[in-house]
C-alpha cells in the first residue's frame, strides 16, 4: 500500500495541454542512486507534455543531480533543452559506472548472480569486510567518477543565474546539521557533497567543513519551500519505498529495509509537520496573527513504491544501460498515470492526502 493515498476527488479531471495552461509548481526530487533514473523517466514525461511551470526544484543526493540537470536544460533550451541536459547526466553516468567496459551485459549479469547467492555466509562476510575498510584507505586519491559526469552534463553558470530556484541539501559531518545551498551556490563540488555516501567516497570538503550525503538529514528538504516566494503546489518524486508488503528476515534484505527507513526518516518528518499545518488552516484554527505566516502547501506526489518496490539496495549502483532505461521508461509510466489522474489538481488542492498518516 502506498503512503500518499489520493484524496477523494467530486469531480474527474484532466490536464491541460500546451504551454498556455502551464501551472505553477515546485519539485521536491528525492536521492535513491542509480534509481534516480525513474526520476529522470518521470522529469522526460513532465517536461514532454508541457502542462507545469516548473518555477523551483529542491532535491538531495541523486535528485540533485537531477534538479541541476533540470534547471540547467530549462534555462538554456526550454523543456527539449531540459530533457536533453537530463538524458546527458544519465549517459555520461552509464559511461563513468565502472561497469561498462565490456558494453551492456546486465542481460548476462543477472543471469549469473542469482538472489541465493547474496544471502550465502560467504558473500556476507565479504560484505563485511568491504564495510570495514575506510575510502580513504581503500580510495587514497579520492577518485570519483561522477566528478567528470557533472563537469560533462551541467551547465553550472546556467544553474546559478537562472530564475528557477534550486535547494540542494548535503550533511555537515562535524556539525551534524542540514546544509541547503542555494543556486548562486551550486557548483559540482556541491553535487558532490549532496551526493557523498561516507563507505564509498571521502567527505567532500566546502569552506572548510566535510559534507556527506544529504539524504540522512533531508531527503529532499522540503522547509526552503516554505519560506520562499515560491508556487503553493509541491509535486514529490520519490526513490526509496515507504512501505512493504512484508517483513525482512534475510540479513540483506533487512539491511535493505533499514536502509529505505533512515533515508525516509528525514521526509517523513516534514511530511507529518506539513499535514498539521494544513489541518490547523482547515479547520480554522490558527490566530489572525499566524495565519499570515504560514502557508497552506498543497502537495502531489509520484512515488516509486508501486515501480520500484521489485529492487535491491544493491541496484542503486547498476549503472548499465539497459537497467537505467528500464528505470526511465519505469519512471515515464509513473508520470503519465499521474497527469491523468492528478495533475489538474495543481493550483487547487492537494492530490495526496498527508492527513490520512499524519494527521
Same mark, same amino acid.
Given at each position: 500500500?502506498?503512503?500518499?493515498?489520493?484524496?477523494?476527488?467530486?469531480e474527474?479531471? !484532466?490536464?491541460?495541454? =500546451? *504551454?498556455?495552461?502551464?501551472?505553477?509548481?515546485?519539485l521536491a526530487?528525492?536521492? %535513491? /542512486?542509480?534509481? &534516480? +533514473?525513474?526520476?529522470?523517466g518521470?522529469?522526460d514525461?513532465l517536461?514532454e507534455?508541457?502542462?507545469l511551470?516548473?518555477r523551483?526544484v529542491? !532535491?538531495?543526493?541523486a =535528485? *540533485?543531480?537531477?534538479?541541476?540537470?533540470?534547471?540547467?536544460?530549462l534555462t538554456t %533550451? /526550454?523543456a527539449e &533543452? +531540459?530533457?536533453?541536459?537530463l538524458?546527458?547526466?544519465?549517459?555520461?553516468?552509464?559511461?563513468s559506472g565502472?561497469?561498462?567496459?565490456?558494453?551492456?551485459?546486465?542481460?548476462?549479469?543477472?543471469?549469473?548472480t542469482?538472489?541465493?547467492?547474496?544471502?550465502?555466509?560467504?558473500w556476507?562476510a &565479504?560484505?563485511?569486510?568491504?564495510?570495514?575498510?575506510s575510502p580513504?584507505?581503500f580510495?587514497?586519491?579520492?577518485l570519483?567518477?561522477?566528478?567528470?559526469?557533472l563537469?560533462?552534463?551541467i551547465?553550472?553558470e546556467?544553474?546559478?543565474?537562472?530564475?528557477?530556484?534550486?535547494?540542494?541539501?548535503?550533511?555537515a559531518?562535524r556539525?551534524?546539521?542540514s546544509?541547503v545551498?542555494?543556486?548562486?551556490?551550486?557548483?559540482?563540488?556541491?553535487l558532490?557533497?549532496s551526493?557523498?555516501?561516507?563507505h564509498?567516497?571521502?567527505?567532500?570538503?566546502i569552506?572548510?567543513e566535510?559534507?556527506?550525503?544529504g539524504g540522512?538529514l533531508?531527503n529532499?528538504?522540503?522547509?526552503?519551500?516554505?519560506?520562499?516566494?515560491?508556487p503553493?503546489?509541491i509535486?514529490?518524486?520519490?526513490l526509496?519505498?515507504f512501505e512493504?508488503?512484508?517483513?525482512?528476515?534475510a540479513a540483506?534484505?533487512i539491511?535493505?529495509?533499514?536502509?529505505e527507513?533512515?533515508?525516509?526518516a528525514p521526509?517523513?518528518?516534514e511530511l507529518r509537520?506539513?499535514?498539521?499545518?494544513?489541518?490547523l488552516?482547515?479547520?480554522?484554527?490558527?490566530?489572525?496573527?499566524?495565519?499570515?505566516?504560514?502557508?497552506?502547501?498543497?502537495?502531489?506526489a509520484i512515488?516509486?513504491?508501486?515501480?520500484?518496490?521489485?529492487?535491491s539496495l544493491?541496484?542503486k549502483f547498476?549503472?548499465?544501460w539497459?537497467f537505467?532505461?528500464?528505470l526511465?521508461?519505469r519512471?515515464?509510466?509513473a508520470?503519465d498515470?499521474w497527469l491523468?489522474?492528478?495533475?489538474?489538481?495543481v493550483g487547487?488542492?492537494s492530490?495526496?492526502d498527508?492527513?490520512?498518516?499524519?494527521?
Amino acid at each position: 500500500m502506498a503512503l500518499f493515498k489520493r484524496k477523494p476527488r467530486t469531480e474527474a479531471r !484532466a490536464p491541460e495541454k =500546451g *504551454a498556455p495552461g502551464r501551472r505553477p509548481i515546485c519539485l521536491a526530487l528525492q536521492g %535513491g /542512486g542509480a534509481h &534516480g +533514473a525513474f526520476q529522470w523517466g518521470v522529469l522526460d514525461r513532465l517536461l514532454e507534455a508541457d502542462v507545469l511551470d516548473i518555477r523551483a526544484v529542491t !532535491a538531495a543526493s541523486a =535528485g *540533485a543531480m537531477n534538479g541541476a540537470a533540470l534547471v540547467s536544460g530549462l534555462t538554456t %533550451g /526550454g523543456a527539449e &533543452g +531540459a530533457r536533453a541536459a537530463l538524458d546527458r547526466l544519465w549517459r555520461e553516468t552509464n559511461q563513468s559506472g565502472g561497469k561498462n567496459v565490456f558494453g551492456d551485459s546486465s542481460i548476462w549479469s543477472n543471469v549469473l548472480t542469482p538472489g541465493w547467492l547474496k544471502d550465502t555466509p560467504i558473500w556476507r562476510a &565479504g560484505e563485511t569486510l568491504a564495510m570495514s575498510m575506510s575510502p580513504y584507505e581503500f580510495n587514497p586519491f579520492n577518485l570519483n567518477p561522477l566528478d567528470r559526469v557533472l563537469k560533462a552534463s551541467i551547465d553550472f553558470e546556467a544553474v546559478q543565474t537562472s530564475e528557477i530556484k534550486l535547494f540542494v541539501a548535503a550533511t555537515a559531518v562535524r556539525h551534524a546539521k542540514s546544509r541547503v545551498f542555494r543556486s548562486g551556490e551550486i557548483t559540482d563540488q556541491v553535487l558532490l557533497a549532496s551526493a557523498c555516501l561516507p563507505h564509498l567516497f571521502q567527505a567532500v570538503e566546502i569552506e572548510g567543513e566535510p559534507y556527506w550525503d544529504g539524504g540522512y538529514l533531508a531527503n529532499p528538504p522540503l522547509w526552503p519551500l516554505f519560506y520562499e516566494d515560491t508556487p503553493d503546489d509541491i509535486l514529490l518524486i520519490t526513490l526509496n519505498a515507504f512501505e512493504r508488503s512484508e517483513a525482512p528476515k534475510a540479513a540483506g534484505d533487512i539491511m535493505d529495509r533499514l536502509n529505505e527507513v533512515v533515508f525516509n526518516a528525514p521526509l517523513v518528518s516534514e511530511l507529518r509537520a506539513v499535514a498539521f499545518v494544513q489541518e490547523l488552516i482547515q479547520e480554522g484554527r490558527l490566530v489572525p496573527a499566524a495565519r499570515e505566516r504560514y502557508r497552506n502547501i498543497l502537495m502531489h506526489a509520484i512515488e516509486a513504491d508501486g515501480w520500484l518496490g521489485d529492487l535491491s539496495l544493491g541496484s542503486k549502483f547498476n549503472t548499465e544501460w539497459t537497467f537505467l532505461n528500464d528505470l526511465k521508461a519505469r519512471g515515464r509510466a509513473a508520470a503519465d498515470e499521474w497527469l491523468g489522474s492528478c495533475s489538474g489538481d495543481v493550483g487547487e488542492r492537494s492530490s495526496v492526502d498527508l492527513q490520512a498518516r499524519f494527521g
